[in-house]
Nanobody, 118 residues
């Protein structure tokens, strides 16, 4: 079973940048996609970005042009580079196996908190 550990969150001013990491263990990473989700206080968890096994990225409209997802198969890690951050990006960020997960998915990690001050 895949275990995913997120890191890299923090407090940043609007317009700043952060790079999140998602380290995977327990599975061969190179043949699988990965995705990032986020959950803001009082809101449902939402899909943010995904990267396929071939390295093809997709993004939610709200982050397109500001966030970049990438992967390092040798390190079994996926990254989320977040630039031009906005206060509305404040959330706990989670990664998940595959390009997306169903609403019934319940194996979320601890996530990493991103707080963007205005």
């Amino acid at each position: 079973q895949v275990q995913l550990v997120e890191s890299g969150g923090g407090l940043v001013q609007a317009g700043g940048s952060l790079k999140l990491s998602c380290a995977a263990s327990g599975s061969t990473f190179s043949g699988n996609g990965r995705s990032w989700y986020r959950q803001a206080p009082g809101k449902q968890r939402e899909w943010v970005a995904a990267i396929s096994s071939l390295g093809l990225p997709t993004y939610a409209d709200s982050v397109k042009g500001r966030f970049t997802i990438s992967r390092d198969n040798a390190e079994n890690t996926v990254y989320l580079q977040m630039n031009r951050l906005k206060p509305e990006d404040t959330a706990v960020y989670y990664c998940a196996p595959g390009l997306w997960v169903p609403s019934t998915y319940d194996a979320w990690g601890q996530g990493t908190q991103v707080t963007v001050s205005s």
